[in-house]
């Protein structure tokens, strides 16, 4: 491509509306216009790197004998009222009338189109397993569309969906889809981590969240520095303190404390957050005789509401009671000295000796406090959010915390689509069985935004080759003046470019600065630089837009570094 | 691909919905499946066939420089607002209201899109020409939407637009898209005519459609026998018959006819309809000092509303006068002879005399008329449609009539958007210019239709190699009996697979008989059949698709002759 053909559009200031460095260099490399609220083009430049994400995608599905297909995104609203996901899906599904007032929606994800196509076409077990896939346009009406990309409304996606009998045959895809994810991210170059996620209300088997490794992401994952082990910070088990419980070594004792905050009163206390435990009311499930129960955990931990409301003490969705009006004082004064309902501890809190609690007195802590000889413990369980530092439930090494960008999520959904639309198929046996279910998405736009939050400088974007908009560009200096820097850079921009390699020629009547900072800015990893003061001895310079290498090489000899550099050729 | 880890989806039956053979063929072949009314999804096969599409486009499109982006498929109704579109789009352009009540638009095209984009990022005369183009989902909400992909409301369409400060820049622009579309539908195998189109109301300076030849076609196209020239019927113009008028021979004379048919009127009279002429009364334009002027042509032609409505002394939108209150008579008893307002003769009714015409008084009809003796010519033009035999207005061969199916529209816009929404640059003086447009369509889905109206026959599709979903079949019989032929069939497989043939191995359990009836029904070019007999020679039987070409052959030929037969190799 001669740049004097296309549509670089570079900006040299930073957009003042973008906030993460993905969206200020994707509007600055050319790559993404806006054109309404979480509504982009796609300029020639971000395209060409979508192209390639949607390639290496489309490949590895290929690859486990996924099929692709085409779903409309225009989606008839009867589907959905089967499923029971035209009443329970929030404003993001933008529901639309057509111009016969009749109700349609724009798909911000396929599970009822695919499950009508698979009741319709699938009747024997000898068609399953099945895995079908697409890369499409989504659309989701975000509240707060932003960071440009990462948070579209319309944005491109894989979705892929899997039927099949048995368990054991959903397992056996996840794997292989777990697999082909690992493949995808690695060959984009990209440093992620598999984490184990909530399954959700859905009630699903397993289901696992690819993240991208970086400082801006939205998700705080855990994962091990001894094994692969990963999951979301919500997910991840908060193991029990090894050791005994200390015995007893202080008496109880009341003090006054001023204000509403936990941690305000624990200073005045001279007590450690460690040594201290945070209270609340929660709503009782209906198998427990209370109207409440109480949660108890570590003051320096965080609850952890995922897995509380898992409790089958606790009702689902997790409620806050009102504790003035149980307990007679505000929440940050409960404790569990003669609580009247069910005392469910943490297990970081219930290895606690000579701990500091509220009174259950409104201005009032206690100090000393020691379990079963002051508090009873109905249940020890895991309800907090794991720390840096923790051991890793896998039992190798301890947890570190990073932060991360969701850029995949597969999903055994099991039966929830199937059962509503029934799904099934006549088994070897002649019986009809409803087929489990499993989905399986990437991000593909959300991918290339979150290549940008892991590879950047303060010059540009350094991508990874498989990702760059080109491999190689070729900026000649002064080109315009030079005959013979004109001549070399013509020659080596046909050479490379029949040796199949994706070669920027900047050809613009541009001083060489200028050159530079774009194709830094948009980051082609290789450039090789024509100029005649080098020509004098039949070299030219070549620039690494990674490590800043610097090289003066023969002309004769740039394509057999190239092919060794970019095809280990 | 083995057909056993594939979705073949074929049917026995046609399905009763399905009134054209494409339609019929695409759901028997399992090319697509209907999701709600003109919403349909793509399965393995016809995604397959539409890609192969889309990869041919798109490599023309590179060829000729075209840059590729990707526009969102919801817009702002702002853009439309300022041009125009918002009020003047009919009830095809589906309006949505996102979560706050904001206006947008489903995009059926993206005109305002695109020149928001080059206002924005085009500001010098070096950036130009520009020529984008993006291969994206659209969306039209058709009152009636039938006949498949034909004529959906969500379809695949490539979409150019090209950018120029000069009319011969545009100019040469569309002379580059008229031969890239022509190289498209080349390479595609198709039958198909570049036809001089209507450019409409938008008053742009040339337009050409691209049809693909098919009884089945919507519209009808003239094309010479004896040149390239091609038109549509209501485009191609009317030469005047040769030679000079015949002196008058007979009298005028006044006749009663009965009934309100021209038709009815004649074979009494014993007029021949190429005799007789038939009238009508539009409004005039205001240039006019009558409120209508009347129309004459043959009453064996008809009369072409398209040309009359351009006629300067014609206003427009063409509209038909009430001949009862104008002139006291039915529509059918109006004639030249005495009117009060201009007439506008058709050039081959110019040509007449002694003929018949009505009397402008209910029930009678006069004969020999003639023209300058009985009745004035304010005006002699072109407003009827060709006819077969007619002379082709290229000046060579003789205008034949064939059905088309329009599946690529090219478009001087000149500054209709330009104007409306201020696209303009700095040109080489420093002075702002507005810039001049083209815009340049194919259906991408609808090729795939078109395709299979063309080539099919009774036993289903017959692809042009380049379309067809795979390009080989294997077949085995009764594999699952014989080890031999099992081995056979699965060596070929990988061979033919490993030199990149997109080969469909029907390792199903099925009867013989199922397995052609499938492959000759989805369209597979090339066949080979594997059979225990032959392989006691070593030999299998190739057939092709399109002739029904059967041969046996030595296995370790296969190869050899399918590089042949396919890659010219």
Redesign the interface.
């Known amino acids: 491509m001669r740049s004097?053909?296309?549509?670089l559009?570079t900006l040299k200031e930073t957009p003042s509306d973008a906030e993460i460095v993905s969206h200020q260099l994707m509007l600055r490399a050319?790559m993404i216009?806006k054109?309404?609220a979480g509504?982009?083009?796609?300029?020639?430049t971000g395209?060409r790197v979508?192209k390639k994400v949607e390639r290496v995608v489309r490949e590895e599905m290929e690859r486990i004998?996924a099929?692709?297909?085409?779903?409309?995104?225009?989606?008839?609203a009867d589907?959905w009222q089967e499923s029971g996901r035209w009443d329970d899906y929030g404003?993001?599904l933008?529901r639309?009338k057509?111009?016969n007032e009749r109700d349609?929606l724009?798909g911000p994800t396929h599970e009822e189109?695919i499950s009508?196509?698979v009741r319709?076409?699938?009747s024997s077990y000898?068609?399953l397993p099945?895995t079908?896939f697409q890369i499409q346009?989504k659309?989701r009406?975000e509240?707060r569309p932003r960071f440009g990309v990462m948070r579209a409304?319309?944005f491109m996606m894989k979705d892929a969906y899997s039927f099949h009998l048995t368990d054991e045959s959903l397992q056996q895809a996840y794997d292989e889809m777990y697999d082909a994810y690992c493949r995808i991210f690695q060959r984009l170059g990209l440093d992620f981590r598999p984490v184990i996620a909530d399954t959700g209300t859905i009630g699903g088997h397993a289901s696992h969240e690819f993240h991208v490794l970086a400082g801006s992401g939205e998700d705080a994952i855990a994962f091990s520095d001894g094994s692969d082990y990963a999951a979301n910070v919500e997910m991840a088990e908060a193991l029990a303190p090894s050791g005994e419980r200390a015995a007893p070594s202080q008496d109880k004792q009341v003090n006054d404390v001023t204000g509403h905050e936990v941690s305000a009163f624990l200073q005045p206390l001279a007590v450690d957050a460690q040594q201290a435990v945070q209270c609340t009311l929660v709503k009782a499930s209906d198998d427990v005789e209370s109207e409440a129960v109480m949660l108890v955990w570590r003051a320096d931990h965080e609850l952890n509401t995922i897995k509380a409301e898992k409790l089958p003490q606790v009702a689902t969705p997790l409620q806050v009671l009102d504790s003035e009006k149980l307990m007679g004082c505000h929440a940050a004064f409960i404790g569990p000295v003669n609580a009247s309902m069910p005392v469910i501890v943490d297990r970081s809190a219930a290895a606690l000796a000579d701990f500091a609690c509220g009174a259950n007195k409104q201005g009032q802590w206690l100090t000393g406090v020691n379990w079963d000889r002051d508090a009873s413990i109905s249940a020890v369980e895991d309800i907090r959010n794991v720390v840096t530092g923790d051991p890793s439930p896998c039992g190798k090494g301890t947890l570190q915390i990073a932060r991360g960008i969701e850029v995949g999520h597969i999903f055994q959904l099991g039966k929830k689509y199937s059962n509503a639309m029934k799904v099934g198929v006549l088994s070897e046996t002649g019986k009809h069985e409803t087929l489990t279910m499993g989905c399986y998405g990437i991000g593909v736009s959300r991918v290339v935004a979150a290549a940008i939050e892991q590879f950047h400088d303060d010059r540009g974007i350094n991508w990874p080759t498989e990702l760059a908009p080109f491999e190689v560009a070729i900026v000649p200096m002064n080109m315009h003046k030079s005959a013979r820097v004109q001549k070399v850079a013509n020659d080596l921009y046909q050479q490379l470019r029949d040796a199949g390699f994706d070669v920027l020629f900047d050809d613009r009547k541009e001083r060489p600065g200028v050159m530079f900072t774009d194709m830094e800015l948009i980051g082609v990893p290789h450039q090789i630089v024509i100029g005649e003061r080098n020509l004098d001895e039949e070299m030219v310079e070549y620039q690494s837009r990674s490590d800043r290498d610097k090289q003066k090489m023969p002309i004769t000899d740039v394509l057999g570094f190239l092919n060794q550099t970019l095809r280990n050729a």
Chains 1, 2 share one sequence.
Do not use: C, H
Not at 67 to 75: H, Y
């Open positions: 004097s053909q296309y549509l559009s050319g216009r054109v309404a509504l982009y083009t796609w300029t020639p395209l979508l004998n099929l692709e297909i085409l779903m409309p995104m225009v989606q008839p589907l404003p993001e933008l639309i057509d111009r349609f724009l189109i009508e196509l319709k076409e699938v000898k068609q099945l079908l346009t659309f009406d509240i409304r319309e």
